[in-house]
């Protein structure tokens, strides 16, 4: 059996001492960018990894971060994956994912296995509320929450303007002169301004509420037929829910999908039936996933920064894994409205 190459085999091989060579794995210490170079090639060459387990013995960590999220049935869960581990490679700490289904507790579901992943600390991404008041995020590592619901102050937060975004990017057809506006990702069961005005949490209910006050800042009064409740937050979802809308409203002049999933399912059930887009019906998505730039056509929709929101939700749970210890922090990202050529927006 070939012996396992180690830190000093690097240094003999680089001409460097063991002291320099730690230094580069671990990202400290300062020195001439070829010397740092002249180390990188010779891991390289001689194949050396580092041993996390012999690491965690000796500080007591493993310089890995997990990332519990649902499963990758629809694009931005594996988009937000990508961005978490981009982000996490830059400080040196790699990432253990593990999934949930969209049936079940959610969270509640896996966290046993955490236990078993010997992550330093873990960023929950969660799609619905959390029982409890949170009890979920009292763990024995550092949890950051990425979503749309309420920490109860239990652990830092990362979420998206979900309200401001979505009123804005409304407004934006409203005052094109657009009217009979669709809305395709409603939470089943808030059906009135009343009920969904009051919820503090929830990506649907927080992105409806900037539907509505799109229209209610205008004047406008709101078709409430077009407010259309989605079970399923993906492709298929998108379809079922364009489908049931053009089985029984006339077409409406433009759709608004609360995420891009479900707007790549509308353009395909809206071509299948013979519809152009956007000449007969203008077309939005929410979370600028790398899909929406390739659909036919290219998908207009709401780009929340994921890059900002991956970036922050790695740095907040790398601060409390290396010591941060203040009061819970939240931190929301911004948007643009990236206009493309399911709509007619751009001038």
């Known amino acids: 059996m070939t012996s396992r190459v180690t830190i000093k085999d690097v240094a003999r091989e680089a001409d460097v001492s063991i002291k320099t060579v730690s230094n580069v794995i671990n990202g400290t210490g300062r020195m001439r960018p070829d010397t740092r170079e002249r180390v990188e090639n010779a ?11 012999a690491r965690a013995i000796r500080s007591g960590g493993t310089r ?9 049935s629809q694009p931005f869960a594996p988009y937000l994956t990508d961005k978490v581990i ?20 959610g969270l509640a579901d896996n966290i046993e296995e955490t236990y078993r992943l010997g992550a330093d600390g873990w960023i929950f991404f969660s799609e619905r509320a959390l029982a409890d008041e949170g009890a979920v995020l009292q ?13 109860y102050g239990k652990s830092d937060l990362v979420t998206m303007p979900n309200v401001e975004a979505v009123k804005q990017s409304v407004g934006r057809l409203l005052d094109s002169g657009t009217r009979a506006i669709a809305l395709l990702g409603a939470p089943p069961g808030m059906e009135d ?10 990506t649907q209910a927080l992105r409806t509420q900037g539907y509505v006050q799109a229209f209610l800042e205008r004047g406008l009064e709101v078709d409430w037929r077009y407010v259309i409740p989605v079970h399923r937050w993906n492709q298929h979802g998108g379809v079922q829910a364009t489908a049931a809308m053009l089985d029984s409203l006339p077409c409406p002049e433009a759709v608004v999908c609360l995420n891009d999933a479900m707007a790549l399912g509308a353009v395909h ?14 077309l939005v998505g929410f979370d600028n996933v790398p ?57």
């Open 43 to 53: 891991m390289r060459k001689l194949g050396y990894t580092v041993n996390l387990s």
């Open 64 to 72: 890995l971060i997990g990332l519990n999220i649902f499963d990758f």
């Open 86 to 105: 981009e982000f996490a490679k830059a400080r040196q700490y790699g990432v253990i994912i593990n999934t949930y289904g969209s049936d079940g507790m």
């Open 139 to 151: 763990q024995p590592y550092p949890v950051v929450l990425a979503g749309d619901y309420l920490t």
């Open 193 to 202: 301004w009343e009920t969904i005005k009051r919820q503090r949490e929830g």
């Open 269 to 282: 059930e809206l071509q299948r039936r013979g519809l152009r887009i956007p000449n007969d019906v203008q």
């Open 291 to 347: 899909e929406a730039e390739y659909s036919v056509p290219a998908l207009t929709t709401i780009d929340p920064h994921v890059d900002d929101y991956a970036k922050h939700a790695v740095d907040m749970l790398i601060d409390r894994i290396e010591g941060y210890s203040g009061p819970a922090r939240t931190y929301t990202t911004d948007f643009t409205l990236v206009e493309r050529a399911s709509t007619r927006l751009v001038q």
